[in-house]
T-cell receptor, first 114, second 114 residues
Framework: GESVGLHLPTLSVQEGDNSIINCAYSNSASDYFIWYKQESGKGPQFIIDIRSNMDKRQGQRVTVLLNKTVKHLSLQIAATQPGDSAVYFCADYGITSGTYKYIFGTGTRLKVLA | DGGITQSPKYLFRKEGQNVTLSCEQNLNHDAMYWYRQDPGQGLRLIYYSQIVNDFQKGDIAEGYSVSREKKESFPLTVTSAQKNPTAFYLC?????????????FGQGTRLTVV
């Protein structure tokens, strides 16, 4: 099977509870941030994004919070469901060495317990 | 349906062989990217292309080569010079670099050296 995420930090939550996944970034020049969900053996799927002129954005059952002061991003999933089990990772986007780049975090595995 | 397609899903390479991974998109995106994903690590950028007939090395380009002869296609060749090619390879595209939009990913190709 897919070995991506084998050594990742794991967050286990009970079905129906809220999940909070955290991410730190290092590039002060980053001004756009994205959360992705990756299921085993598949490519990452876009969940939600936020621009640096905002500190909170809500989608369907998901909320992203951005704290630029401490370079921290979080993803909140409300009423977590079994289908939410996956690896989640953040990406920041901005100028790095003169070029716009996406920088991806290592990811967190979310396990939803029935 | 618009999307980004990678093929094959699984690929086996013998020592000393070159292999080419296909990536095609019909999203009319200018920018395309190749990433490598290893267990416990974030996505690492191999090569990227901002426009047809142009591409730049990413962070881990050694042992890889690309071409961008058509807007919709960005094939990646893993050469025999790549000493540790076993990994999950992801192709992505975005509207343009500097566009501050999400990258769309293909479903990945798992390459294994046998």
């Amino acid at each position: 099977g897919e070995s991506v995420g084998l050594h990742l930090p794991t967050l286990s939550v009970q079905e129906g509870d809220n999940s909070i996944i955290n991410c730190a970034y290092s590039n002060s020049a980053s001004d756009y941030f994205i959360w992705y969900k990756q299921e085993s053996g598949k490519g990452p799927q876009f969940i939600i994004d936020i621009r640096s002129n905002m500190d909170k954005r809500q989608g369907q059952r998901v909320t992203v919070l951005l704290n630029k002061t401490v370079k921290h991003l979080s993803l909140q999933i409300a009423a977590t469901q079994p289908g939410d089990s996956a690896v989640y990772f953040c990406a920041d986007y901005g100028i790095t060495s003169g070029t716009y780049k996406y920088i991806f975090g290592t990811g967190t595995r979310l396990k939803v317990l029935a | 349906d618009g999307g980004i397609t990678q093929s094959p899903k699984y690929l086996f390479r013998k020592e000393g062989q070159n292999v080419t991974l296909s990536c095609e998109q019909n999203l009319n995106h200018d920018a395309m990217y190749w990433y490598r994903q290893d267990p416990g690590q974030g996505l690492r950028l191999i090569y990227y292309s901002q426009i047809v007939n142009d591409f730049q090395k990413g962070d881990i380009a050694e042992g890889y080569s690309v071409s961008r002869e058509k807007k919709e296609s960005f094939p990646l060749t893993v050469t025999s010079a790549q000493k540790n090619p076993t990994a999950f390879y992801l192709c992505a595209s975005s509207i343009a670099t500097g566009g501050h939009t999400e990258a769309f990913f293909g479903q990945g190709t798992r390459l294994t050296v046998v």
